[in-house]
């Protein structure tokens, strides 16, 4: 059986619990002396890059190092080969190199999707981020810090986030964050609202699990965690809104916004932040924004998936339109 | 020249009668024939058509031959049934001048398969900026009629207004690949519910409903006449036949896979359905399928787009837009067209044959079957059900959604002016 994890859309709940679950094991390795378990010893990884993301690209490797896997680090930036070409051609020579999975960051929505059913080569495929479709693990590591500051360490074990009220706030548009959040956080329970001007939110919108509102303020006294996601300042020059001011006003998280929210609730954001843009330095520096665990918690859930996808008896990610056809 | 009685076949569907090919024209259509000193083709039931014209086929040459070439590209013509075609202007060097598109005609003449009627370029080096010689183009021994930026749109409203006007000087026609382009910045797909799932670039439908509004009130302004290149949404649909109500001279073609094929195909992320206008949904595809069969939309065009196995063999952004259509056209109508009641075969003949010639002013095709006319003819095995092989496509490229795919009918003979080019299914 063909193992990959493309989508988040292609967990279940109970796969997404069992990740969730592994990573608070693999998040003990980090607090022991030496922070490495041998499940992987003798398999290949190779970072496929073909997009930047040094903080993708890192979390990835320490999760694969602290599982004893040898990696392979591959950036394709800056080739002037045709990326088609590319893409077909260096999956190929990896995969008679013999590699075991490969990590996959690309500009093209959908090509790790090709690379997983294609027929080019028979590694796991996982999915790093992808144009603007997918980010399955960061989606996981979202939802493991939700759970962990929402639920508990311990008494989340075994839990989903029912009930649970996540907005979502920006670039919804352009965001493989918000896409696979959205799919990801349905699945576990959560109720999900999406937040941003309209010329940020794709036509098509409405089928999707969650709600979606222009006002920020309406929304905040009914979220247990908010994530602001970025926006990129090139979106200024197409007319997505009038000014960074504009949009900072109506859309930026500040603290007085912030003391609208229930005392528990949690401040979100993926990386790396725009401070004074979408957030700014009062909220990101404050307890309640978990930044800096989410990056922590990065490396322990691409553990567990590499765990599970490799090194585990029993598969817990199947990819189940690649199952089909294969 | 020897002659050839196709015996019993159903003229345009109708009854079975005997059509006997004498020289290059038909010399007889009637019950009982006699056969003697003739060849004789046993039709047994399959349908007689006018050979079909294609109004929208991309050649290639010159340039891409590695994709496609007039003789490769008229084989799959006449395998598909179709007697001419237009080549359009988007080669390398583009058809902007009269010594591409007389090379081209001239191709076409030379390899037989079928006629090869060129289109121009509107804008030199499909550009924009600049109109191309269109009047040397007609002038030349290619006579070009029909005149299209295809593959871009002629966005400039100024320009559009001073081709349609130019063109009316010797009757041509300006074909619109309708397209709004900062609409369509990094479009991958139709825009709707299945864009936002994958994260692909929307390809709006306002995009080229925009563009047709504007230009049929170009035309009614200026008293031209503007044919609009594969029309993909219901809301254009509403636009042609507003404008059509209205006397506007307009006519509109869709293309075979615009009747067949959703975007839901696209969640395959397999870039064999990566086409400019892109597939759009269920409604669209309905609404097209009654606006060809009401007349709205006056032609069936295949935007035949050849492209190399690795231009579709890689990720979807990277693939090259388009699909090849001519060997499978027939089959895509019968199925979406006469099979679910929408056309008959007299139908097909008018949408596929007679109104193409018209607007290109092919005036040798698109003839009725009838005694004194040019023997363009097809012959069509209705009755076939196979599945799509590309393996077998005399087109140089295999780029086709519909490999696998079941689909009826099958064309067995073309006759171009009385020379077979295709015999049972052969090309000779």
Redo the contacts between chains.
């Keep these: 059986m063909q193992r990959h994890l493309i989508s988040a859309a292609d967990l279940t709940r109970d796969d997404a619990v069992l990740i969730l679950d592994t990573a608070e094991e693999m998040a003990r390795v980090a607090d022991r002396p030496i922070k490495k378990l041998p499940t992987l010893r003798g398999r290949t990884i190779v970072n496929l890059f073909f997009e930047d993301s040094t903080r993708t690209r890192i979390s990835f490797e320490a999760a694969e190092k602290r599982l004893s896997a040898d990696v392979i680090n591959f950036t394709a930036k800056g080739s002037s080969v045709?990326?088609?070409?590319s893409?077909?051609d260096t999956a190929q020579t990896l995969e008679a190199m013999g590699v075991d999975a490969v990590v996959i960051r690309?500009?093209?929505?959908?090509?790790p999707?090709?690379?997983a059913?294609?027929g080019w080569i028979d590694a796991a495929v996982i999915n790093a981020g992808?144009?603007?479709?997918?980010h399955p693990t960061q989606a996981l590591l979202d939802a493991f810090t939700m759970r962990r500051r929402l639920v508990g360490r311990d008494a989340g074990l075994g839990q989903d986030l029912s009930g649970r009220r996540i907005t979502i706030v920006g670039d919804v548009l352009h965001s493989?964050v918000a896409?696979s959040n959205v799919d990801l956080l349905h699945t576990l329970g959560a109720q999900v609202t999406l937040v941003a001007p309209p010329t940020l939110v794709?036509?098509?919108?409405h089928?999707?699990p969650c709600e979606v509102s222009y006002d920020l303020d309406s929304t905040l006294a009914k979220s247990d965690a908010v994530m602001m996601l970025r926006v990129q300042r090139e979106r200024m020059n197409a007319a997505f809104f009038p000014t960074e001011r504009e949009y900072s006003r109506r859309y930026g998280l500040d603290g007085l916004r912030m003391a609208r929210m229930p005392e528990h609730a949690i401040v979100m954001h993926p990386g790396p932040m725009v401070r004074g843009m979408e957030i700014t330095a009062e909220v990101a520096d404050s307890d309640r924004c978990t930044v800096v665990e989410q990056v922590a918690n990065g490396v322990s859930i691409r553990m567990a998936v590499l765990y599970l996808l490799l090194g585990g008896n029993e598969p817990a990610v199947t990819h189940t339109r690649t199952t089909e056809e294969k | 020249m020897s002659k050839i009685l196709i015996r019993g076949a159903k003229v345009l569907g109708g009854e079975p009668q005997d059509v006997l090919i004498d020289g290059e024209i038909i010399a007889e259509v009637g019950t009982g024939l006699s056969d003697e000193g003739t060849v004789v083709v046993e039709a047994d039931g399959k349908v007689l058509l006018p050979g079909l014209v294609d109004l929208h086929t991309h050649l290639r040459e010159p340039g891409r031959e590695d994709s496609e070439t007039v003789l490769t590209g008229t084989r799959a013509a006449a395998s598909g049934g179709f007697t001419a075609v237009f080549a359009m202007a988007n080669t390398f060097p583009v058809a902007d001048t009269a010594g591409v598109v007389e090379q081209v005609y001239r191709l076409g003449q030379e390899h037989g398969y079928c006629d090869v009627q060129p289109i121009g370029a509107v804008t030199v080096g499909l550009e924009g900026k600049k109109l191309a010689e269109l009047g040397a183009m007609h002038e030349s021994a290619a006579g070009v009629t029909v005149f299209s930026d295809d593959g871009k749109c002629v966005d400039d409203a100024v320009m559009m207004r001073r081709a349609l006007e130019y063109v009316k000087a010797f009757g041509g026609v300006v074909a619109q690949h309708a397209q709004e382009p900062r609409l369509t910045e990094g479009a991958?797909m139709n825009?709707?519910?299945?864009?936002?799932?994958?994260?692909?670039?929307?390809w709006?439908a306002v995009a080229e409903e925009s563009i047709i509004a504007r230009d049929v009130l170009l035309a009614e302004h200026v008293g031209s006449r503007v044919h609009i290149c594969h029309l993909s949404t219901a809301g254009s649909v509403e636009i042609v036949r507003w404008a059509k109500s209205r006397g506007i001279d307009v006519t509109a073609e869709v293309t075979p896979h615009h009747l067949l094929l959703t975007d839901e195909l696209v969640r395959?992320?397999n870039p064999v359905y990566k086409v400019n206008p892109p597939l759009r949904t269920e409604r669209d595809v309905l609404a097209l399928r009654e606006a060809l069969a009401d007349g709205t939309i006056d032609i069936v065009a295949t935007d035949h787009a050849p492209h190399p196995h690795?231009?579709k063999?890689?990720?979807?952004?990277?693939?090259a837009m388009g699909m090849v259509g001519l060997e499978t056209a027939l089959s895509v109508v019968q199925e979406t067209m006469v099979a679910t009641g929408l056309l008959d075969w007299a139908g097909v003949a008018d949408r596929m044959s007679v109104k193409p010639a018209k607007i290109g002013r092919a005036s040798g095709h698109g003839r009725p079957v009838s005694a004194g006319e040019p023997a363009n003819l097809t012959l069509v095995d209705t009755a076939y059900r196979g599945s799509v092989d590309p393996a077998g496509f005399a087109s140089r490229s295999r780029n086709t959604p519909y490999e696998g795919r079941e689909l009826p009918g099958r064309v067995t003979h073309t006759w171009l002016r009385g020379k077979a080019t295709l015999v049972d299914g052969k090309l000779t």
């Design positions: 045709s990326k088609g070409e893409l077909k690309h500009g093209a929505s959908g090509a999707y090709r690379l059913t294609s992808d144009g603007t479709h997918q493989r896409r794709p036509v098509g919108v089928t999707w | 991958q825009e709707g519910v299945v864009s936002a799932e994958l994260g692909l670039g929307g709006p395959s992320y690795e231009d063999d890689c990720e979807w952004g990277a693939a």
